[in-house]
């Protein structure tokens, strides 16, 4: 990957021809990339209700990210500054260790049908497990092109729930692998379904018949393993800088507060991926968040410790329901050249790699914050951003900006103080 060296002091053509050059690109790809939309209006159109323009984001590239000995160049869609550069500089450190190591479950999509109003719990859940087999026939009944791909209902789980007015909530769960797909269709036709019968089985009536997005049976998990020695900076020693990184997440795991902002870290770059790739990002934030909170209090996703020989260890275990195929994955331009950028060849692999940017994003984060603080590397990107806010043109904004970071007047009226005196000057 030399070819992306310094691949962010490149102009955006110069960027564009490296990446059409290592993704074979043909011209309409590389068409997309140049265009600001590239989701045409009309497909815009088709996709929600009431269209009446295309918001765009850049997309950019994480660099440096290895995962399971695979080199990865990484597809981010984002308006927030110095999270790709985050990326690629947390990304280099954990390559420089050896990558990351990534695994991911089976995945299952969870439907579930809620019943109420159940006279005997206990004779409902017998009549429940006993017709299992019956019941998963049902379900994969309504979607039998699934079972021929490998897929289908797998099992069925029952569970229960109490309301705030101690009314007993009987609650099942049907376990679906959906193969490529995130599958939310897929699983909501069949616990709709499934809800005649079960209201035969256990004498309730069916309320809520929808998805869970806790895919908690759809899991990734990555780890890295540091050596102190890389770690140092010019001022403060490997250990130093290791025994900070957990401290740091010690205090996200004793507060709530710090806890909401460490994972907020972690989803910048998850989002960005997930995003870029055409899937559903508010299901993913979703499944996190909620995973966090599984224990009964909302806690950091990653773990930071230290093993035996003193190396940093990082973990991060999420609820993925990613999908290769379906949605706007195939309408969306941008989404299929993501693909084909980052060289992703199923949903388990595109889980673990979204799930190894957002711990290379905690890293990074967590080393900026026990060190030179957060502020230090946002600052050339705070400062262009207040020159085009300010009014500064394509021309303008670099000089502006270094005005601005060396004056370290990081505001607007600054700006478009001496966005007037440039101009005078003409």
Same mark, same amino acid.
């Given at each position: 990957?030399?070819?992306?060296?310094?691949?962010?002091?490149?102009?955006?053509?110069?960027? $564009?021809?490296?990446?059409?050059?290592?993704?074979?690109?043909?011209?309409?790809?590389?068409?997309?990339?140049?265009?600001?939309?590239?989701?045409?209006?009309?497909?815009?159109?088709?996709?929600?209700?009431?269209?009446?323009?295309?918001?765009?984001?850049?997309?950019?590239?994480?660099?440096?990210?290895?995962?399971?000995?695979?080199?990865?160049?990484?597809?981010?869609?984002?308006?927030?500054?110095?999270?790709?550069?985050?990326?690629?500089?947390?990304?280099?450190?954990?390559?420089?260790?050896?990558?990351?190591?990534?695994?991911?479950?089976?995945?299952?999509?969870?439907?579930?049908?809620?019943?109420?109003?159940?006279?005997?719990?206990?004779?409902?859940?017998?009549?429940?497990?006993?017709?299992?087999?019956?019941?998963?026939?049902?379900?994969?009944?309504?979607?039998?092109?699934?079972?021929? $791909?490998?897929?289908?209902?797998?099992?069925?789980?029952?569970?229960?729930?109490?309301? @705030?007015?101690?009314?007993?909530?009987?609650?099942?769960?049907?376990?679906?692998?959906?193969?490529?797909?995130?599958?939310?269709?897929?699983?909501?036709?069949?616990?709709?379904?499934?809800?005649?019968?079960?209201?035969?089985?256990?004498?309730?009536?069916?309320? #809520?018949?929808?998805?869970?997005?806790?895919?908690?049976?759809?899991?990734?998990? @990555?780890?890295?393993?540091?050596?102190?020695?890389?770690?140092?900076?010019? &001022?403060?020693?490997?250990?130093? @800088?290791?025994?900070?990184?957990?401290?740091?997440?010690?205090?996200?795991?004793?507060?709530?507060?710090?806890?909401?902002?460490?994972?907020?870290?972690?989803?910048?770059?998850?989002?960005?991926?997930?995003?870029?790739?055409?899937?559903?990002? +508010?299901?993913?934030?979703?499944?996190?968040?909620?995973?966090?909170?599984?224990?009964?209090?909302?806690?950091? #996703?990653?773990?930071?410790?230290?093993? $035996?020989?003193?190396?940093?260890?990082?973990?991060?275990?999420?609820?993925?329901?990613?999908?290769?195929?379906?949605?706007?994955?195939?309408?969306?331009?941008?989404?299929?050249?993501?693909?084909?950028?980052?060289?992703?060849?199923?949903?388990?692999?595109?889980?673990?790699?979204?799930?190894?940017?957002?711990? &290379?994003?905690?890293?990074?984060?967590?080393?900026?914050?026990? &060190?030179?603080?957060?502020?230090?590397?946002?600052?050339?990107?705070?400062?262009?951003?207040?020159?085009?806010?300010?009014?500064?043109?394509?021309?303008?904004?670099?000089?502006?900006?270094?005005?601005?970071?060396?004056?370290?007047?990081?505001? @607007?009226?600054?700006?478009?103080?001496?966005?007037?005196?440039? +101009?005078?000057?003409?």
């Amino acid at each position: 990957m030399e070819a992306f060296d310094k691949f962010y002091k490149k102009t955006v053509e110069e960027r $564009r021809a490296v990446l059409a050059e290592y993704a074979n690109l043909n011209e309409e790809e590389q068409a997309f990339l140049a265009s600001t939309g590239a989701l045409s209006l009309d497909k815009a159109n088709h996709m929600i209700e009431n269209t009446v323009g295309i918001y765009s984001l850049p997309l950019g590239l994480g660099m440096n990210m290895l995962l399971n000995e695979k080199k990865y160049v990484v597809p981010m869609a984002m308006e927030e500054p110095s999270v790709v550069a985050a990326q690629s500089s947390g990304a280099k450190l954990i390559a420089q260790n050896g990558g990351m190591k990534g695994t991911a479950t089976d995945r299952k999509m969870i439907g579930q049908v809620e019943l109420i109003n159940v006279p005997d719990v206990h004779v409902a859940k017998e009549k429940v497990i006993a017709s299992r087999e019956k019941l998963i026939a049902i379900a994969n009944g309504a979607h039998p092109s699934l079972q021929k $791909r490998g897929g289908g209902a797998v099992d069925l789980q029952v569970r229960t729930a109490k309301t @705030v007015s101690e009314e007993t909530l009987f609650i099942v769960h049907l376990l679906v692998d959906t193969k490529e797909a995130m599958g939310a269709n897929m699983v909501n036709t069949m616990v709709e379904t499934l809800a005649p019968e079960l209201e035969i089985l256990t004498d309730g009536t069916a309320n #809520m018949r929808i998805l869970s997005n806790l895919v908690d049976e759809a899991t990734a998990t @990555v780890t890295c393993r540091l050596s102190p020695l890389s770690l140092a900076t010019k &001022t403060q020693s490997g250990e130093w @800088v290791r025994d900070r990184i957990i401290a740091a997440y010690e205090f996200a795991d004793a507060d709530i507060y710090r806890a909401a902002t460490h994972n907020k870290g972690i989803m910048n770059g998850i989002d960005a991926v997930i995003m870029a790739f055409g899937n559903d990002w +508010r299901a993913v934030e979703a499944a996190s968040h909620a995973y966090a909170a599984r224990t009964g209090s909302y806690k950091p #996703m990653s773990k930071w410790s230290k093993d $035996r020989q003193g190396y940093l260890v990082g973990e991060l275990t999420l609820p993925m329901p990613v999908a290769f195929v379906g949605g706007s994955i195939g309408i969306h331009p941008i989404a299929s050249l993501s693909k084909k950028i980052a060289r992703v060849e199923s949903a388990k692999e595109l889980a673990m790699l979204v799930c190894a940017v957002g711990l &290379t994003q905690n890293l990074a984060a967590l080393k900026a914050l026990v &060190t030179e603080g957060i502020q230090r590397g946002h600052m050339s990107l705070q400062a262009k951003s207040l020159a085009m806010t300010a009014g500064a043109n394509a021309h303008e904004i670099e000089q502006v900006a270094q005005f601005l970071q060396e004056s370290k007047q990081l505001n @607007v009226m600054a700006a478009k103080a001496y966005i007037a005196t440039l +101009r005078s000057k003409k």
